[in-house]
């Protein structure tokens, strides 16, 4: 059974960094595409960022660019979200989701697999 745990959310203040951590178990991720994506209270979850897993190439939506960066630890099935410079407005739950095609990886449909979520308060 696939399983996607995501922890490092909590409350910070704006102008502060967290680093998000997705744990991939029961199944070798060597192959799969991983991304991040957030859902704030009244709205609809949003791309954030993505990797593609076997090349390392990254994607992220505009209004991250810059202070967000996605990597992984192949060895370790592990991906990690690094957040510098947090606003208010990345207030939201946090997911991890794997398993989904090159080129469609903004899209949180395509992917198969997602974690529960942790949740990310950015006070000003």
């Known amino acids: 059974q696939v399983q996607l745990v995501e922890s490092g959310g909590g409350l910070v203040q704006a102008g502060d960094s967290l680093r998000l951590s997705c744990a991939a178990s029961?199944?070798?991720?060597?192959?799969?595409?991983m991304g991040w994506f957030r859902q704030a209270p009244g709205k609809e979850r949003e791309f954030v960022a993505a990797?593609?897993?076997?090349?390392?190439?990254?994607y992220y939506a505009d209004s991250v660019k810059g202070r967000f960066t996605n990597s992984r630890d192949s060895a370790k099935n592990t991906m990690f979200l690094q957040m510098n410079s947090l606003k208010p407005e990345d207030t939201a739950v946090y997911y991890c989701?794997?398993?989904?095609?090159?080129?469609?990886?903004?899209?949180?449909?395509?992917?198969?697999?997602w974690g529960q979520g942790t949740q990310v308060t950015v006070s000003s």
């Open positions: 990797i593609g897993w076997s090349s390392g190439s990254t």
């Open positions: 989701a794997a398993d989904a095609s090159l080129g469609l990886m903004r899209i949180a449909g395509t992917y198969k697999y």
């Open positions: 029961g199944r070798t991720f060597s192959r799969t595409n």
